[in-house]
């Protein structure tokens, strides 16, 4: 009777513990997860009280394309007047005094060594900073005065190192204009000559691309960008350094595509391989955020000056590889 008894209380005291010990271990992954919601929630009350700093202004409109409805395309006009900006994590960056104006449908390129302002330009061109003195319109428009989704809906872009969604071919290029009806993207598909592509894939248009489109080579990845800009049909269209990550071979096969996509449209072009830009209408060579040289390839070659050194350089680096 005395073993028994000892045993029953064992038992009891063993299931006590065990029902006590359970709420206190949920007690403890409660707590964890409370304190991590306080954080979370503090994190995200100091995200809610940030403010962009570029803003609409209260009596912002919509751009207003002065070709918009011609049934031949030709661009819009862009205009730098005396245009400073400098940023603000890194002063010494920036451009300074600058002036230039792209006609509608031309193409305007800007070269120059790293640094001196090149990719500024189109940062500024989409208002992703405003300017700190000067003006920039578009069609005689000042982008400070008009909404920021009517400018950049304007403008598509072809980067250097391309973005894509770990998705399909389908969805990748429809992102130029989400909905967009098939027959549109296979024109878009077909004029940035990567339709022969997709249908030689065996899943064609539903094959997946991969995390930032690994399964598909570079010029590929360009080409897709370039779809993707076709379909958005803006009428400004920028790139930046489209080719320069390329090889020479599948340059030149991207290359066409970008002469598709300029047709008719008006280019800002920032340029790491000068032949890529020998038929653009104007060249800007900037240097510390200043245009220190201006003009057609062939007149800044008989200059002799900043494009002609940077010319000569590509030329003999081509021919000693």
Not at 180 to 189: I, K, N, V
Request: hydrophobic share 40%; net charge neutral; aromatic share 6%.
């Amino acid at each position: 009777t005395t073993t028994t008894t000892k045993i029953g209380d064992f038992v009891s005291v063993n299931a006590y513990l065990l029902q006590l010990y359970a709420p206190l271990s949920f007690l403890g992954s409660i707590y964890s997860t409370v304190v991590q919601a306080f954080v979370d929630m503090g994190n995200l009350s100091d995200l809610l009280v940030v403010s962009p700093d570029v803003k609409d202004a209260p009596s912002a409109t919509p751009l207003r394309l002065v070709n918009k409805g011609s049934k031949v395309k030709r661009g819009a006009k862009i205009e730098f007047r005396d245009v400073s900006f400098h940023y603000p994590s890194q002063p010494t960056k920036g451009v300074d005094r600058l002036s230039f104006v792209v006609e509608a449908g031309t193409t305007t390129a800007f070269v120059g060594p790293t640094g001196a302002g090149k990719s500024t330009v189109s940062r500024l061109l989409f208002r992703f900073y405003d300017v700190d003195a000067g003006q920039i319109l578009v069609d005689g428009q000042d982008i400070s005065r008009i909404t920021q989704k009517s400018l950049r809906g304007a403008i598509g872009v072809v980067p250097q190192d391309t973005v894509l969604f770990n998705a399909s071919l389908r969805e990748n290029i429809e992102y130029g204009r989400i909905g967009a009806p098939h027959a549109l993207l296979e024109g878009a598909a077909r004029s940035a000559q990567v339709l022969d592509f997709i249908h030689s894939l065996e899943d064609g248009w539903d094959t997946t691309v991969g995390e930032r489109g690994l399964k598909i080579s570079g010029g590929e990845k360009q080409r897709v960008a370039i779809a993707r800009c076709l379909l958005k049909d803006p009428p400004i269209v920028a790139l930046d350094e489209a080719t320069s990550a390329l090889d020479s071979q599948t340059e030149v096969a991207v290359q066409e595509a970008l002469n598709e996509l300029g047709r008719g449209r008006t280019q800002v072009v920032i340029a790491h391989r000068l032949s890529t830009i020998m038929n653009a209408d104007q060249i800007c060579v900037l240097d510390a955020g200043k245009i220190v040289e201006r003009g057609t390839h062939q007149e800044l070659l008989g200059k002799g000056g900043v494009y002609f050194g940077l010319w000569n350089a590509q030329q003999e680096k081509q021919n000693s590889s």
